[in-house]
């Protein structure tokens, strides 16, 4: 009879041990499975040159195909007459165009790229044209000279700032601007990101404002 007890005894105890290591056996699984399951969570954060070169293509084909939505304001302020134009992929806010002229010789282009609302890219390119030489009252030649910055943005800092210039002469025989090398060059991009913030801050007004 104490045989039979102990025996009924030990296998309950083997019975135990074996429940037990199989239920850690079963949670170490689950926690491994969550785990995997997180560290496969999709990162689309911009970190990097190169996402910022991919975001920029993606954000230009959406606008190349007309895929956006846009609104629109103007302002005036100062002899400087401008408009904005907000462009949206699904409610989010992607790009931002800036545009004015100023007394007359001198205009202005500013295009700020956007994701997760933060500006991530920023091209701008400023113009100013004059009379050239060769030509006569009635028929005057002219010239743009043309300068075109390229600024690389993260957490709202430069992180890389390319530079050209170029000149457009109405006579023609003109290089052409893609082949013109950039230049690295150091860059503060403080006012330009003031100028989104205000642009931001007026983005629902209707009709011509004044001054940002």
């Known amino acids: 009879m104490k045989i039979l007890l102990f025996s009924l005894g030990f296998l309950a105890v083997v019975s135990c041990k074996k429940e037990n290591a199989k239920n850690f056996q079963n949670n170490s699984m689950t926690d491994n499975v969550t785990i995997n399951k997180s560290s496969e969570k999709p990162n689309d954060s911009i970190q990097s040159i190169e996402d910022i070169k991919k975001e920029y293509a993606i954000v230009n084909k959406l606008l190349s195909a007309k895929q956006m939505d846009s609104t629109k304001f103007t302002y005036n302020c100062n002899e400087k007459e401008g408009e904005v134009v907000l462009y949206y992929e699904n409610k989010a806010l992607r790009m931002v165009k800036d545009s004015y002229a100023e007394h007359s010789h001198f205009s202005s282009s500013t295009k700020y790229y956007v994701k997760n609302n933060s500006v991530f890219f920023i091209f701008k390119e400023e113009t100013v044209w004059n009379f050239d030489e060769g030509g006569t009252p009635e028929k005057p030649e002219t010239k743009d000279d043309i300068n075109e910055k390229r600024i690389y943005v993260l957490n709202d800092k430069a992180i890389q700032c390319l530079e050209k210039n170029y000149t457009i ?23 330009l990101i003031k100028n989104y913030n205000l642009i931001l801050k007026n983005k629902d007004k209707k009709g011509e404002i004044n001054c940002l």
Do not use: A, Q, W, Y
């Open 169 to 191: 002469r109405s006579k023609g025989n003109n290089k052409n601007p893609d082949l013109v090398p950039n230049k690295e060059t150091k860059c503060n991009i403080s006012d």
